[in-house]
């Protein structure tokens, strides 16, 4: 029984050294990844603070806007940013949307370049449809600082910052009349009735918010309150498309489709008996 009792004070002896044995193993182990993960951190941090990882001018930025590639002019007119500046302290996010807030620009992405350092940029830009004016052109002197351009949700551009991103850009021809504030709400739905028009629309006057009047190709249309029933109006001013070869367009003053399904066409009378006169 003696011997036994032996054996196992042996053996527990043995398995307490063990475990000690293994316990300063980990001690030193966890002691090395403390130095290690503290020597990394501090190569990383030397490094980041070297002079290399520093945005010192514009060029070092590049702006692309689908395959085009915007200059350093362009650029510092987009960005704010003091020179000189850590690549580390940048937020990328906090550039994106600062660049999301120019009228111009609808997307951006916004990302560190290491090798060589500095930024890279993806913007989506804003794709203009109209020429918005506050009243007709006759009774205006914009200069082109004051212009402004429509896109197809509303936004409106200064033409200046426009031509500042696409100076060989064709500007739009269809021109919007009125305040932006009146006619925001509905302008979604009156361009896209409009460009779906198979009878050309060159102007889109949305002063009087009680008659939404188009000038087209066959004359001035007039449709009465905001998108009523736009879409009814324009299907069946496509259908009149012919109607010059009917009537002399100089004698028509405007057409009245206000009721879709009693289209009329008002005649100039003065033209009428003018004409009369003649024959």
Known sequence: MAGIVSVSRTDLAQRR????????????QAIWRTFAVTGLAGGLLWAAIQPMWVLNAPAQIVIKSGNQLLSDKVIQSLLVLSYPQSLWRIEPNAIAK??????????????????PPGLMIEIKERVPVAIALRAVPEAIAQTQKEQRLLDASGVLMPLEKYKSL?????????KVIGSPEKY??????????????????MEINCQDPTNLILKTE???????????????????LAQMRHLPTKLNPSQIEYIDLKNP?????QMNQNKQQVNSQTR
């Open 261 to 265: 399904e009693f289209p009329l066409v």
């Open 184 to 201: 925001r709400p509905y302008w979604t739905q009156i361009y896209q009735a409009v460009s779906q028009s198979s009878v050309k629309v």
């Open 98 to 115: 600062s660049l999301q807030q120019q009228p111009t620009i609808a997307q951006a992405t916004v990302s560190r370049r290491l090798f």
């Open 166 to 174: 696409n100076p060989t850009a064709k500007l739009p021809s269809l």
């Open 218 to 236: 066959l004359g001035k249309v007039h449709l009465g309150a905001f998108i009523t029933q736009l879409p009814e109006q324009i299907k069946v």
């Open 17 to 28: 050294k063990k475990l000690r044995r293994q316990r300063q193993m980990k001690i030193i």
